[in-house]
């Protein structure tokens, strides 16, 4: 059996958690799929609007992610502090460095601009 592959999901907001959901269905469990995110919960963003004029109360509009685990999806609390495309690790807080093979990235800050390299194609199946 080929060995398996870590793909780390970069931000859990709505795009990561599709990105991370929509992975551990398709690929088989010996490949890891880590999300790596810096808040406890997840918020449904467009739902602030009703929390605002208090038709929704923040339990309504929030979810844990911890809850991910139970679907085989690896949490990682923590803030990505550095992305290394050429070692292919990613830094969470200060000395926790996480080995990839891919990293897809969900985050919307311009400080981690130039990771997106990490998104270049790579050819090896991992289905
Ligand atoms: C009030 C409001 C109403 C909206 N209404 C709509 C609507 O009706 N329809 C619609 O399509 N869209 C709507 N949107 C926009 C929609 O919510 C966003 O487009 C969507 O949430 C973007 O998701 P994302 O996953 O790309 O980014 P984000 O939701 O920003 O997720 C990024 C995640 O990465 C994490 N992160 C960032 N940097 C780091 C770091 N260094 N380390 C660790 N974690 C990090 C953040 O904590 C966050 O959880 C609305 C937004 C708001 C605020």
């Known amino acids: 059996m080929a060995k398996g592959k870590t793909i780390l999901v970069l931000g859990g907001g709505v ?32 739902s602030l609007l009703w929390l605002i004029v208090g038709q929704r109360s923040s339990e309504q509009i929030s979810r844990p992610l911890s809850v991910l685990e139970r679907k085989g999806i690896e949490l990682v609390r923590g803030n990505i502090d550095h992305i290394d495309p050429e070692n292919r690790t990613v830094r969470v807080g200060e000395s926790s460095m996480l080995p990839t093979t891919w990293s897809l990235l969900s985050v919307r800050i311009l400080r981690l601009r ?14």
């Open 15 to 46: 795009g990561g958690l599709v990105t991370a959901s929509r992975l551990r269905n398709k690929l088989p469990r010996r490949h890891r799929i880590v999300l790596i995110e810096r808040e406890a919960q997840f918020i449904f963003q467009p």
């Open 114 to 127: 130039q990771s997106l390299v990490l998104l270049r194609q790579d050819t090896t199946s991992i289905a």
